[in-house]
């Protein structure tokens, strides 16, 4: 029974690929045999009736097919008598494939896009091995082959019709999801690879095989430099739409994947300048220091002219998404259009359009969605998802029929060193910037992730499409480079895609966490962003997070109000957030049928979406009156979104200096001397205290050595401190009389004092005004302070009396 279930899948997938083989190879057959609107076949007429064919003339009736047999009968004219007019009997079927050939076509690729697409999955045990990508150009070879086989020249793919129509739905879909936190974060790493990273490899490629093309016996002497410096312009870009393709099946993590994604979207720019430039290099007959200038300042041009270009149809889509509550259908529509005449519009002046519809998508995004419906929103995510997948199956599939249907030259010496070059520049390259952007990032590139940036620069349908654009007048050697840049995409498609997954699995690199972030997670974010501005602030290091924190604010007080309708512009985060889940749980709830199960903690926002005919007049949040929602979003408003307005902002460039710091600084300074003098004193004079023991190890002890515990003689002459019980002073406010001192002196004790004993004198109250811990008096001399600490150890106790406790009292 195993063995039936696995072949299932096999089996259900072969009925699809007989189908899609059938009808391509019906498609060329019925072309050639000229199934196309032919004159009706007739029979000869009688030599004195001029004979008058229906349908020659463009409007008449459709032909009929060859196999019908008609009957010809004469009509008189009675127009004019002796006459007479031939009719055709009305056709019962016809058939004219060029009205329907260009629609028909189209559809049929289309089709044979999504069968291949649902094959691959079907099979899972071929999708565990090889790439999609891959299958998918070997699908298209088989087609090209059968299509060739037939006798029919295979469809080439053109370059007008892969950057006007296929490429588009791919970038807008990886502008307008892109995961702008991690893209931001890492945007000057993104910038270093995708710039100075395809500048290296291009510069670094044609100098090398320039170099090859002047050894003797190649062949290859007539290629000059420009020549060689526009193919590694073509050839050293690493292409989005292979990327996407293989990074999505192997689920590699965040971190990996916007960084060789970000830098295939962003060196778009630079691929289109640098191929310009040396096309444009290549007419002339001398290069001045002024070409080279301006071809400089035409990549800034060229790059922040898209990004312009795009935030601009961006918030005009944004705008105008702030007046369709009333027209819901035509939501979707704004997002496609707006976007695609943005990227239409940067061609059109030779500007990066891929930039431009990177831009659109990320300006558009927040604004839109803040306006549109859900089911509009939900509409917009599929249809680009779709649209995105079935262009990226056709461009792979074109690509392996244009590899049959194209012309090739190939040359072993210019073909092998163009892939060994490759391998070897994006490694270096890789390697050189990681050291460089390393000694700034606080999350390092370990030498793993520095394998798979430079194991994952694929090469794709771009470089193909530029390489078919280049003119035969001006560079005799295009074929030679098509099938150069065909041989580097096969292998980096086929031997690195195919690889990739399992050199991830076996360096244990991490991979993307499937689950979402939870709404503790997204507070907790937002928190930190907020806390790490505050340190900013402080420390007087304004990096990445003042600045985001600049644009929100400028964001929310200006553009939010333009932008979006209604008072959602000036809702806070956080409630718009929580507003966010709880629409998704109350969809959740209705589409898994548990809407009789609704607890009752769900708000009336929950059900303003199951039911959106009855229009609320205002949002509430369960079981809160008006006001504590009020005292809510006011605390939420001051503590996490306008910290600055509401304390003041330190740094050591901006400090005041305060009247009281010396002062304040000196006292500090006499209570750090005070404790390190009393941390000498406990370490050099004072006598330990005894360590209590239990009364049975105290007994055996007396037993053994009753005179060691004996009082002794000289106990009469210790000093009796004598104290006042009334007096409220602490033990700290007593004045000592220091009995070294008397020792010391020249004079002889006082009889008072001889009679009294050591007696201690209550200190006089100091003023308001004065600090009574640090101003010094006459017992705080370092005699007096040893001797404070020498009689306030009691020493040994002596032994107890009979009938009295072993124990004394209070202890």
Known sequence: MQAKGSRAPSLRALPFLFIVAALLGLLPLLHSHGLQPNPMLASEP???????????????????????????????????????????????????????????????????????????????????????????????????????????????????????????????????????????????????????????????????????????????????????LLFGSIISAVDPVAVLAVFEEIHINELLHILVFGESLLNDAVTVVLYHLFEEFANFEQVTVTDIILGFLSFFVVSLGGVFVGVIYGVIAAFTSRFTSHIRVIEPLFVFLYSYMAYLSAELFHLSGIMALIASGVVMRPYVEANISHKSHTTIKYFLKMWSSVSETLIFIFLGVSTVAGQHYWNWTFIISTLIFCLIARVLGVLGLTWFINKFRIVKLTPKDQFIIAYGGLRGAIAFSLGYLLDYEHFGMRDMFLTAIITVIFFTVFVQGMTIRPLVDLLAVKKKQETKRSINEEIHTQFLDHLLTGIEDICGHYGHHHWKDKLNRFNKKYVKKCLIAGERSKEPQLIAFYHKMEMKQAIELVESGGLGKIPSAISTVSMQNINPKALPVKRILPALSKNKEEEIRKILRNNLQKTRQRLRSYNRHTLVADPYEEAWNQMLLRRQKARQLEQKINNYLTVPAHKLDSPTMSRARIGSDPLAYEPKSDSGNLPIITIDPASPQSPESVDLVNEELKGTSCLPPSPEEDEEGLVMHVMEPSSPGTDNVFTPGASDSPSNQRMMRCLSDPGPQPEPEEGEPFIPKGK
């Open 46 to 228: 009688p030599h004195h009736y001029p004979a008058v064919i229906s349908g020659s003339e463009p409007g008449d009736f459709t032909a009929a097919p060859h196999d019908v047999s008609q009957e010809i009968r004469p009509l008189p004219n009675r127009t004019s008598p002796g006459h007479v007019k031939y009719r055709k009997a009305f056709p019962v079927l016809g058939i004219d494939y060029t009205h329907v050939r260009i629609p028909f076509e189209i559809s049929l690729w289309i089709l044979l896009a999504c069968l291949m697409k649902l094959g691959f999955h079907v099979i899972p045990s071929v999708s565990n091995i090889v790439p999609e990508s891959c299958l998918l150009i070997v699908v298209g070879l088989l087609v090209g082959g059968l299509i060739k086989g037939v006798g029919e020249s295979p469809p080439i793919l053109k370059s007008d019709i892969f950057f006007l129509f296929l490429l588009p739905p791919i970038i807008l879909d990886a502008g307008y999801f892109l995961p702008l936190r991690q893209f931001t974060e890492n945007l000057g790493t993104i910038l270093i690879f995708a710039v100075v990273g395809t500048l290296w490899n291009a510069f670094f490629l044609g100098g090398l095989m320039y170099a090859v093309c002047q050894i003797s016996g190649t062949g290859l002497s007539h290629i000059g430099l420009l020549a060689n």
